[in-house]
């Protein structure tokens, strides 16, 4: 398939992503479930959820990776798996966007089928970018997506940086002025979401942890969450059931 060809269509799709997002009351939040393959995102799909959005650790795990160390190439031939299986929307975990030109990145997701994407602001080895530079960087991609991507910033102050709320909303002010569609201060204490929602415009993507010392994606909701993601934790969760079957199996 060529890249227009893939791009018409991801097209529609891009739209009811987008709507998925807006307009939501409180407490009504756009939950995400992570796929790692396309086996999970059929179950996810069938399950229904209206949309999906693949983690880079849990891609990475499946395919023999740590996380954050999966070639460019075999990250959007995972997508692209992922997408063509589903018929839902896929939104892709892209990591930094592996040091790929905005134009090119946006090419190669849209060539994926997906449509949007998750990109963080640090560097391999757990260094916060510079935030004026990437908030350039955003903007770029979003130039070139031209609406055809929901581009989902990733911040990273909570995990590597200060933990400092006030950073946050700085990093986030400036990625929403560069055409960011939603915020992810991925791993904020749920005791800041309150202040973060409040001063991040536009919808606010919180994590959900799964192994019972987090809050539940209604609690999340009640803090102000717009979208809940996973990361990696169902694969976890999945592979915990595998262990313990497997176990079984040599008792």
Known sequence: MSRAQASDRTAGKVGDFRALHLGRA????????????????????????????????????????????????????????????????????????????????????????AVGC???????GGVLKDPHGHAEYLAEVCSAAAGRLFVNARVDTFVHGDGDPERALERSALYVAAGADC????????AVLPLLRAGIQGPLNALAVLDGDGPSPGALAGLGATRITFGPGLQRRTLAALRETAAGLLA
Do not use: C, H, K
Not at 183 to 190: G, L
């Open 26 to 113: 409180q407490g009504d939040p756009l939950v995400l479930p992570g796929p790692w393959d396309a086996a999970s995102a059929r179950t996810f799909a069938a399950a229904g959820f209206p949309a999906l959005a693949t983690p880079s650790a849990g891609v990475a795990a499946s395919l023999g990776y740590e996380d954050g160390s999966t070639p460019a190439d075999e990250m959007f031939a995972a997508v692209a798996r992922i997408a063509r299986s589903v018929d839902v929307p896929v939104s892709a975990d892209v990591e930094g966007g592996y040091g790929l030109a905005p134009q090119e990145l946006v090419e190669r997701l849209l060539e994926a089928g």
């Open 118 to 124: 998750n990109l963080e602001d640090s560097a391999p």
């Open 183 to 190: 915020i992810y201060p991925i791993a904020a204490p749920p």
